[in-house]
């Protein structure tokens, strides 16, 4: 997915979230500029896998040091699983 919006957005510049690209569910064209929409429970899903991490690590590490700053024209996080 992310490849496929990159190409299609070729000469916009725009903020990626390291580690994370297979959690790229869209992009949002309503700002000034292009932003990535990524899956909250796929970036947990990658940290649980990934960094060896249970849920409440995964969902702490991602609310505090992944999704918690102001990034201007960052990515837009999309909370997507209600199961807790």
Do not use: H
Not at 1 to 9: D, T, V
Not at 10 to 33: H, Q, R, S, Y
Not at 56 to 70: D, K, M
């Amino acid at each position: 997915m992310l490849e496929q919006i990159l190409e299609n957005y070729e000469d916009e510049e725009i903020l990626i979230a390291d580690g994370f690209d297979k959690a790229v569910i869209g992009i949002a064209t309503d700002f000034t500029d292009p932003r990535l929409i990524y899956s909250v429970s796929k970036c947990l899903d990658i940290l649980m896998e990934r960094d060896e991490m249970d849920y409440e690590q995964a969902y702490e590490y991602f609310t505090y040091n992944v999704s918690g700053g102001y990034i201007e024209n960052g990515p837009i996080w999309c909370w997507d699983d209600f199961e807790w």
